[in-house]
Every structure is written in structure tokens, then in C-alpha cells.
């Protein structure tokens, strides 16, 4: 066992304890088991915190997400997808270049914020929250404290839709198509666009997960987008290939891959119903360290503008998008 492996274990044992007490509460109190273990995390975050030897273990939350993604592909296939692929694919499309365009132009020309500040905002509320945010503040060489700033109103957003969402889709009765393609084309990160997905449905989830994962695939034609822009206004610089590839979500490849296993009918169904259980626990142990990044601090530092541009742009695409949802599916 290496020694990274050794500093993380600590970590990952708190998150398996965390797992296991969002399914035992699920049972007594009737709340979803995964918005459980993104609240647990939340709690323990602003209450006692997490030690420092806990962080390593506990940081590896994003590596469970990821893997349980994957796996997730195994639920799915090829046609399946192409039942409203198309369409999907469109109204996502709109919704990204819609959330991008209304950000960049209050931002610029009604909250008074910097150009790359306000890109930072669009790109991500538009594409896949932080890891738009890393991305595209690397192609255009924004400052720290920019891209700490923009993750801050990013977070701030996700920690308001995952409890935001379940309403909504309660109360109007949203269907499984409905309302997984509506979390997935107007929430913001991938944690949380899942969490909620499944905390509706079983379908809700899949279509959620795929949806967004078709949105995390263009973050590397943004970022190029927006370095070739400031490059050509003297306030960048190039953007290289290598950065598109660090930064792309590279946990869609292995997605894609086991559609087409699916689809071949490599599993048999003994081996779906155990991959199922295995994606079940590791978006419990995901979302468990998901909610200890969730701090109440940071996000009163998030200042009040750069959030409500960016609320007052969800609130608009998550509206419009719903309807087109409910008239669409």
C-alpha cells in the first residue's frame, strides 16, 4: 500500500460511515438516502469540521463520483439514448448558448463586473460548474482569486438547487424524463445534477447524468473558445492542447464505453443488478464527501452580485427549460 494510500484511508473510512448512516436514516425518516449524505456532509463541515488528517481520504469523494458514473453506463444504450437523443441534445445546446450569452452581457453591461470575471460566471453556470470555472480561468490566464471567487458563487448555487429541485419536481409532478433533462440542462455541477436526479427516480438519474454529461463534454471547446478570444484581445494566452485534455472530464470516455458494452449485451442481468448496487454506494460515499465541501463561510464571501447575475440567469433558463421540457417529453 502506498503512502498516499495510507494518508487517504482514515478519509475514506469516515466516508463509508457516512454512506452507511444516510442509508440507515433514509429508513427511519423517508428522505432520499443521497440528499441524506450530501446533508450529513454539509453538517459535519460547518459543525465540527474536517481534520486535516480526514481531508485526503476525504477529498477523494470526486474519484467515487466519477467511478459510479461509469459504471452508470452499464444502465444504459445506444438506443435507448437515441430515443430523444436529438432532441436533448438540442434543447441543451440552446440552453448553454442562452445561460452563456445572458451571463456575459450582465455581468459586463449591467453588473459593472471585469470581462474575465464575468466569462468565468458564464462558463460556469453554462457548462459544468467548478470544473468550467478551473478550466476557462486557466485559458485565460484569470487571476486566483477570480476563479476562487467564481467557485464560490458556483458552490453557492449548487447548495441552493439540490434543496430546490426535489421541491419542484414534488409539488408539479414531474415525470422521470422530465425532470432528469431538466436538472441536467440547467443545474450546474455534475454532483449535485445526479444527486437529485436519483434522489426523483431511477430514470430521472440516468437521464440527468447523461444529459449533463453531454453538457461537461463541450468544456473543452469553451475554453478554447475563450482563449482564442482574449488571445486575440492582448489579455490571454494560447491554449494548448494539453490544458483541454487535463481538464477535460475524462470519466465520459469510460461512460461511453460501458453504453457500448450495454448495448453489445456484454452484461448479463445478475451482473447490471450487482453494477446497480455498486453505483448506489459509491454516489452515497461521492455525496457524502460532496456536502463537506458545502461551507457556510465561503459562500457569504461570494458577495451579493456575481450571485444574483447568476441566479437571475438560472432562474430564467431553469423556467424556460422546464417548460419546453414539459411540452417536449
Known amino acids: 500500500m502506498t503512502a498516499d494510500a495510507v494518508d ?3 478519509g475514506i473510512v469516515v466516508l463509508c460511515l457516512g454512506a452507511l448512516s444516510a442509508r440507515t436514516l433514509s429508513t427511519v425518516v423517508g428522505v432520499n438516502e443521497l440528499l441524506l449524505a450530501i446533508g450529513l456532509g454539509v453538517v459535519v463541515a460547518n459543525t465540527v469540521g474536517v481534520p486535516d488528517r480526514l481531508g485526503p ?32 441534445l438540442v434543447l441543451m445546446l440552446l440552453t448553454v448558448a442562452v445561460t452563456v450569452g445572458i451571463v456575459e452581457t450582465i455581468a459586463r453591461n449591467v453588473a459593472g463586473l471585469t470581462e474575465r470575471f464575468g466569462s468565468l460566471l458564464a462558463a460556469g ?23 476562487a471567487y467564481a467557485a464560490g458563487v ?15 419536481g414534488s409539488v408539479l409532478d414531474l415525470s422521470g424524463i422530465v425532470f432528469g433533462v431538466w436538472a441536467g440542462v ?29 453538457r461537461n463534454a463541450l468544456i473543452g471547446a469553451v475554453a478554447l473558445g475563450y482563449g482564442s478570444y482574449y488571445a486575440r484581445h492582448g489579455s490571454g494566452g494560447p491554449t494548448s492542447p494539453r490544458m483541454l485534455w487535463v481538464n477535460f472530464p475524462k470519466f465520459v ?28 454506494w459509491l454516489f452515497l460515499l461521492a455525496f457524502a464527501g460532496l456536502g463537506t465541501e458545502i461551507r457556510i463561510d465561503d459562500l457569504r464571501r461570494t458577495g451579493v452580485v456575481p450571485a444574483l447575475v447568476v441566479f437571475a440567469t438560472m432562474l430564467l433558463v431553469s423556467a424556460v ?3 419546453v421540457a414539459l411540452a417536449v417529453f
Request: aromatic share 6%; glycine share 10%; hydrophobic share 60%.
Open 8 to 10: 487517504a484511508l482514515p
Open 57 to 88: 481520504g476525504v477529498a477523494t469523494h470526486s474519484i467515487w463520483l466519477a467511478a459510479g458514473i461509469v459504471l452508470l453506463g452499464a444502465s444504459l444504450t445506444v438506443e435507448s439514448i437515441l430515443e430523444a437523443g436529438s432532441t436533448v
Open 154 to 168: 458556483v458552490l453557492l448555487a449548487d447548495a441552493v438547487t439540490i434543496v430546490v429541485y426535489p421541491i419542484v
Open 321 to 323: 427549460s422546464l417548460v
Open 253 to 280: 470516455l469510460g461512460f461511453l464505453a460501458f453504453i457500448v458494452l450495454a448495448s453489445a449485451g456484454v452484461f448479463s442481468s445478475g451482473q447490471q443488478a450487482s453494477i446497480a448496487n455498486a453505483v448506489d
Open 186 to 214: 440547467s443545474m450546474l455541477s455534475t454532483g449535485p445534477v445526479v444527486a437529485v436526479g436519483f434522489a426523483h427516480s431511477e430514470v430521472a438519474g440516468q437521464w440527468a447524468t447523461v444529459t449533463k454529461l453531454a
Open 125 to 147: 453556470a453554462g457548462i459544468c460548474g467548478v470544473s468550467a470555472v478551473v478550466a476557462v480561468g486557466g485559458a485565460v490566464r484569470a487571476k486566483e482569486t477570480q476563479i
